[in-house]
């Protein structure tokens, strides 16, 4: 078990088990909605719960997270509301973005969240400019951009860590090794061995951390996030994780992986961790815990329900903000 | 005063550095990026300090009086910096970012058209993305195939996008104004071959907008109408001239904007003058010109005294030799040929 820093109080632990146990049943309740046809598209982030959860742990509402066409955990970790995200997916008006993003898009600039991006890598340099506002005008706030090792081969982040360095700007590049882009395997694509250590190349640190530990990504994310607002630059941090499910709905991961290798990662499952560590340091009770689920199952479910209650957009939005004025 | 003001034909580079100087003191959210947008970065202890201004100047001076933290040199890294000036703008600044010039588009595309392009409507209108990119476009100094093009059709086909397309330092000036003062990405083209003209209407020293997505007619007629965008409104103007001397008497548009296009103002000159030349000198096909013909023809068919003409490039790469490039631009002989072979 991680040695816990002086820093993480009981109550943002619990917070951190909320956020995770939301996030899990939130994604088991769209995989549902999705197999039974109601939704579309979904890249479910079952099995990553602790990445976000471990960084938003130090975010506050100024603060802008970037996130990818896998992204629910980011959004709940930010503190998105997720009646407005269930009624996003299901394309309705009441949505995060007026039912016009859905899964890969869903924004909430009042929260911090600048938004999924559907194009692999392509929120790396976005994320790198909203640093870059926050220095030029003398705020304090950072700027977090999740990716995965997929995007780890994209120039964009290349270039974006060299401009990252040289300006000093206050960034995280997050990147969630799932181990698969799509069905590619990570030791297939990302030549040597790490993705952490091509920060060395761009002078930053960077740092590998097991994704499956919330308890050690907040120890990670912390350091950095203090890094970044002490004005000290940004660092890469490379969270090992796992997707449990398919890339998207319908593939099937037993194609390209064993169930052994699943069953290694689900052995170190980030919820189970983190009610663990809640127990042993009797910081809940297993009715705490079960409570905190049962409040998570039913906000799902009243989400849900706000979501089949809402109304779909007017078809006047189908020509409204493409832009701010034409003409 | 009056007096001063007439003879105040100043260049089209001296126009938009004007605007720039001028934007940057009333609104301290600009920043400026791109690559040499000052030269020479980080040796002002050797004392270096604006080695370029810019790779046109039109930067120049911005460094010394808006300082390193508004005023920056990027590494030659398109996708970052132009990337970095999307997120800028969603996060509250007002970024003007150079993409040296328009042929760069394809290593950077990505944060054009998926980013600065998408994100208002995809967030529901909840995002803004104030965003202004300036490129250089435009053939006519033997530049060959990746420096030369213009390219504005490209972006005009992506909703979410405003293109303009100044014609002159007048025009220039007042573009940039009105640009960076929007709440949408901008994307304004200066024509090479404009840089040094002095032409026009003479530029007022205070601040002016000249509306984005409204075209201006430079140039009264009754024969035929003459359409013109960024350096080919003044092969235009000079053709009109020539048609003059001819006995024709034609009418010249100066679109300026690309996306808003202004529909009425075409239209109304060609109900006018029942006869249409669209001159321009972006590739020829899916394009800009073939744009305004459609218009002509779908809305303007019963008026039309002829079939509504295009004289653009040939659909070519732009080439290097002194021989070639010629053949590419559309020229005024072109332009005069084209509408005398309409007209009568």
């Given at each position: 078990m991680t040695t816990i820093t002086s820093e993480l109080t009981s109550e943002k632990a619990l917070w951190m088990f909320e956020t995770m146990i939301t996030i899990r049943r939130f994604e088991e309740q769209a995989r549902r909605e999705a197999d039974s046809g109601r939704l579309r598209g979904l890249h479910s982030s079952i099995g990553q719960e602790a990445v976000p959860t471990g960084v938003c742990a130090h975010l506050r509402d100024d603060d802008y997270v970037l996130g990818t066409h896998r992204s629910h955990h980011h959004c709940i970790a930010k503190g998105v509301d997720i009646r407005e995200m269930m009624a996003e997916l299901f394309g309705k008006a009441t949505g995060t973005n007026k039912g016009k993003g859905g899964t890969m898009h869903i924004a909430d600039i009042n929260k911090g969240m600048l938004g999924a991006n559907g194009v692999v890598g392509s929120n790396i340099p976005v994320a790198t400019g909203v640093a870059l506002a926050a220095k030029v005008q003398g705020k304090d706030s950072v700027s977090v951009v999740f990716f995965g090792d997929g995007a780890a081969n994209q120039g964009s982040l290349h270039e974006s860590m060299n401009l990252a360095s040289i300006w000093k700007l206050p960034v995280l590049f997050v990147c969630e090794n799932n181990r698969y882009a799509e069905s590619t395997p990570v030791e297939y694509a990302v030549a040597g061995t790490s993705v952490a250590n091509r920060a060395e190349g761009y002078a930053m640190p960077g740092v590998t951390v097991d994704g499956q530990s919330a308890l050690d990504m907040y120890e990670v994310a912390g350091e950095a996030v203090a890094r970044a607002r002490a004005g000290e630059g940004p660092t890469l941090i490379e969270a090992q994780t796992y997707r449990y499910m398919g890339h998207f709905g319908a593939d099937d991961p037993l194609s390209y992986r064993t169930p052994e290798e699943e069953q290694y990662y689900k052995d170190r499952d980030c919820v189970d961790r983190m009610k663990a560590y809640l127990l042993e340091t009797g910081t809940a009770t297993q009715e705490d815990l079960d409570a905190i689920d049962k409040e998570a199952v039913e906000a799902v479910a009243a989400a849900v329900k706000f979501a089949e209650e809402s109304p779909f957009p007017s078809p006047e939005e189908l020509t409204t903000d493409v832009y701010v004025s034409y003409r | 005063m009056v007096q001063a003001q007439a003879t105040r034909q100043i260049t089209y580079i001296h126009a938009v550095n004007e605007a720039i100087h001028q934007l940057m003191e009333e609104d301290s959210k600009i920043i400026v990026m791109g690559e040499d947008i000052a030269g020479a970065a980080g040796r002002a202890d050797q004392g270096f300090v604006d080695a370029w201004g810019g790779p046109l100047r039109l930067t120049k001076g911005l460094i010394q009086k808006f300082g390193e933290e508004r005023v920056r040199d990027t590494p030659i890294s398109e996708a970052g910096f132009i990337g970095a000036g999307v997120g800028a703008a969603a996060a509250g600044l007002r970024p003007l970012v150079d993409m040296m010039y328009v042929g760069f588009y394809g290593v950077c595309a990505d944060q054009i058209t998926n980013n600065a392009a998408k994100i208002h409507y995809m967030f529901g209108g909840k995002v803004n993305v104030p965003i202004t990119i300036m490129t250089n476009i435009g053939a006519g100094v033997n530049s060959a195939a990746q420096h030369s093009e213009s390219l504005y059709s490209i972006f005009a086909h992506f909703p979410g996008l405003k293109c303009v397309v100044p014609s002159d330092p007048y025009t220039a000036k007042g573009l940039y104004i009105s640009a960076l003062r929007?709440?949408?990405?901008?994307?304004?083209?200066?024509?090479?071959?404009?840089?040094?003209?002095?032409?026009?209407?003479?530029?007022?020293?205070?601040?002016?907008?000249?509306?984005?997505?409204?075209?201006?007619?430079?140039?009264?007629?009754?024969?035929?109408?003459?359409?013109?965008?960024?350096?080919?409104?003044?092969?235009?103007?000079?053709?009109?001239?020539?048609?003059?001397?001819?006995?024709?008497?034609?009418?010249?548009?100066?679109?300026?904007?690309?996306?808003?296009?202004?529909?009425?103002?075409?239209?109304?000159?060609?109900?006018?003058?029942?006869?249409?030349?669209?001159?321009?000198?972006?590739?020829?096909?899916?394009?800009?010109?073939?744009?305004?013909?459609?218009?002509?023809?779908?809305?303007?068919?019963?008026?039309?005294?002829?079939?509504?003409?295009?004289?653009?490039?040939?659909?070519?790469?732009?080439?290097?030799?002194?021989?070639?490039?010629?053949?590419?631009?559309?020229?005024?002989?072109?332009?005069?040929?084209?509408?005398?072979?309409?007209?009568?």
């Open positions: - | 929007d709440n949408d990405p901008v994307i304004i083209f200066n024509h090479k071959m404009l840089m040094g003209l002095r032409a026009g209407p003479e530029v007022p020293e205070r601040m002016y907008e000249v509306p984005i997505g409204k075209a201006n007619v430079s140039r009264k007629g009754s024969d035929i109408t003459l359409t013109g965008v960024g350096y080919m409104t003044q092969i235009c103007l000079q053709a009109a001239e020539e048609l003059a001397s001819l006995g024709y008497s034609a009418e010249v548009i100066d679109l300026l904007s690309v996306s808003p296009m202004d529909d009425e103002t075409i239209l109304e000159s060609v109900k006018k003058t029942r006869k249409i030349v669209i001159v321009d000198e972006d590739y020829p096909r899916c394009s800009f010109a073939s744009d305004v013909s459609a218009l002509v023809a779908e809305q303007a068919f019963d008026y039309l005294d002829a079939p509504p003409t295009r004289v653009t490039p040939p659909h070519s790469s732009v080439p290097y030799s002194t021989v070639l490039e010629p053949l590419f631009i559309p020229s005024k002989e072109k332009v005069v040929a084209a509408a005398i072979a309409v007209l009568e």
